[in-house]
């Protein structure tokens, strides 16, 4: 069962991000904030669910949503920060365009550099536990596979569009045979997946 909040006293967000372990494209963060008492039989962590009701879920917690916001990091800054710093920051920039301001943060996870002087307080596995973090999740996740999506169309041969640049064996193979791309990761280590039946 979700809890709607972690605490009462100050206006709360909760926050999440996706595409951590990608070899390609950007890291999607998303910050909300809910109604006090907002349920939903549904809405739980992201991965959980099937695509068709993330992308449900998207329209239900944009509508409801008192404030949402995403912050996107691209493969560049990732190699120039490392993927935990690019995850914070795009946590950051979805809390920056947030038009409302919140008081505290709940975030997904067990660490995160703090935003402004914004008290916060870290949830493992935070998006099966509340609605604001899970909700985050499924915005992180559905904006971040659109985007992958859509450029699936200028390197059809990494097959982006089913594995949204997450690591699957088809995915390293074409890494090696053919290469990066601009939109890959290039301090991601590419292993061999023939070396793992050894």
């Not at 710093?85 to 946590?91: D, E, G, I, R, T």
């Not at 550099?113 to 493992?124: A, F, G, L, S």
Request: glycine fraction near 4%.
């Amino acid at each position: 069962m979700l809890l709607s909040r972690y605490q009462y006293e100050y206006l709360e967000a909760g926050c999440d991000e996706a595409g951590r372990g990608c070899l390609a494209g950007p890291v999607f963060a998303a910050a909300v904030i809910l109604p006090d008492n907002f349920d939903h039989k549904l809405l739980n962590d992201s991965k959980q669910l099937s695509e068709d009701v993330r992308y449900e879920l998207r329209i239900e917690i944009e509508q409801k949503a008192i404030a949402h916001a995403v912050g996107v990091v691209d493969n560049i800054e990732i190699d120039a920060i490392n993927i935990l710093n690019a995850s914070f920051l795009a946590m950051h920039r979805a809390i920056e365009k947030l038009h409302l301001s919140p008081q505290f943060l709940i975030i997904d996870g067990n660490r995160f550099n703090k935003y402004q002087n914004i008290p916060h307080k870290c949830i493992v596995e935070g998006d099966a536990k509340y609605f604001s973090i899970a909700a985050a999740s499924i915005l992180a996740k559905t904006y971040r596979d659109d985007y992958m999506k859509q450029i699936a169309a200028e390197h059809p041969e990494y097959d982006w569009h089913k594995n949204k640049g997450y690591p699957t064996i088809k995915h390293r193979k074409t890494v090696l045979e053919i290469g990066y791309t601009p939109y890959h990761r290039r301090t991601f280590k590419v292993t061999n997946p023939q070396l793992e039946m050894f």
